[in-house]
């Protein structure tokens, strides 16, 4: 039961970041710090709809029982993948803060979809 808790409150704050971050990243000329942010990591402005396009495909996944695991996957692989153009970019301090979040889906996926009807 607790698991079950545990699991589902990660998962909507998952699905909530994912939705979160995509809806920034279309919006990231209305930012300066975004757009500061990803000229620093070398995130081109033409690679900027495909990496908010991903970020709503992985929320939608996380959603559904059967490709829960893929949006975890690809979840934990923008991550690592924001935590190396970080380490590139000598931003040590920024691919130190995303460890929790590359756990998050991780840890989602040993605790399994807490929704899944037996």
Do not use: Q
């Amino acid at each position: 039961m607790i698991k079950n808790i545990i699991s589902a409150a990660l998962l909507l704050i998952s699905v909530t970041l994912s939705f979160k971050h995509a809806w920034d990243t279309m919006h990231y000329k209305n930012n300066p710090d975004s757009v500061k942010m990803m000229e620093g990591l070398g995130i081109s402005e033409t690679f900027i709809p495909y990496l908010a396009a991903v970020a709503i495909g992985v929320g939608v996944l996380l959603l559904i029982p059967r490709t829960f695991f893929l949006g975890n996957m690809l979840n934990a692989i923008l991550i690592v993948m924001i935590m190396g153009l970080a380490l590139r970019a000598g931003n040590y301090r920024m691919a130190l803060i995303e460890i929790p979040f590359l756990a998050m889906p991780l840890v989602m996926v040993w605790l399994k979809y807490p929704f899944k009807l037996k």
